[in-house]
């Protein structure tokens, strides 16, 4: 898949926009367009844990016109498929998430991109934080873990963080057990 470069004049990120089903189990499909943070979009960022990188599922990639939907096949770690899974299922259609809004085989996005998560982090509707399954990155034992970052020293990385965690206004916690409190 070939990304269109990013106009910085127009303040622009990449979405997904998921293509609607009924049917949880079909593949997630998507198209990725290119809108401006100026125009203020509708959309969720999705921060979530990448997972184990040999743990895939395809997706679809449309191309073309709307009525064409060219696809071209997308291997994405399963907790990223699964994540978008759930928000085609809830309809949430247009959604920010890393690793595919990002060129990630750019030299140059990635960092510029990084540099301004906390605005597209800031901007977007929601936050949402997928924990993802029961094995997917250890997200049952996170859990206790997540109410200690306020103790935890200033380092950069750090406060990014805790920013991060500050930002997040929705955590999903459906697919997860009870909680002891």
């Given at each position: 898949?070939?990304?269109?470069?990013?106009?910085?004049?127009?303040?622009?990120?990449?979405?997904?926009?998921?293509?609607?089903?009924?049917?949880?189990?079909?593949?997630?499909?998507?198209?990725?367009?290119?809108?401006?943070?100026?125009?203020?979009?509708?959309?969720?960022?999705?921060?979530?844990?990448?997972?184990?990188?040999?743990?895939?599922?395809?997706?679809?990639?449309?191309?073309?016109?709307?009525?064409?939907?060219?696809?071209?096949?997308?291997?994405?770690?399963?907790?990223?498929?699964?994540?978008?899974?759930?928000?085609?299922?809830?309809?949430?259609?247009?959604?920010?998430?890393?690793?595919?809004?990002?060129?990630?085989?750019?030299?140059?996005?990635?960092?510029?991109?990084?540099?301004?998560?906390?605005v597209v982090y800031?901007?977007?509707?929601?936050?949402?934080?997928?924990?993802?399954?029961?094995?997917?990155?250890?997200?049952?034992?996170?859990?206790?873990?997540?109410?200690?970052?306020?103790?935890?020293?200033?380092?950069?990385?750090?406060?990014?963080?805790?920013?991060?965690?500050?930002?997040?206004?929705?955590?999903?916690?459906?697919?997860?057990?009870?909680?002891?409190?």
């Amino acid at each position: 898949m070939e990304y269109k470069t990013l106009s910085t004049v127009k303040n622009e990120i990449r979405l997904i926009k998921i293509r609607s089903t009924p049917n949880h189990d079909s593949p997630v499909a998507f198209r990725l367009e290119h809108a401006s943070l100026n125009d203020k979009p509708d959309y969720v960022a999705l921060s979530y844990c990448w997972g184990d990188p040999l743990k895939r599922q395809d997706m679809q990639i449309l191309q073309g016109l709307e009525d064409q939907n060219t696809p071209i096949t997308y291997s994405a770690t399963a907790n990223l498929a699964n994540a978008l899974r759930e928000f085609r299922l809830r309809g949430e259609l247009r959604v920010w998430a890393d690793a595919v809004c990002i060129d990630q085989k750019n030299d140059d996005e990635p960092g510029q991109q990084v540099l301004r998560m906390d605005v597209v982090y800031r901007c977007a509707k929601k936050t949402v934080s997928y924990l993802g399954g029961s094995s997917s990155c250890n997200s049952n034992s996170s859990i206790p873990d997540l109410g200690e970052l306020n103790e935890w020293p200033n380092h950069t990385e750090i406060e990014a963080a805790k920013s991060a965690m500050n930002q997040a206004k929705d955590i999903d916690r459906r697919r997860q057990p009870p909680l002891p409190w």
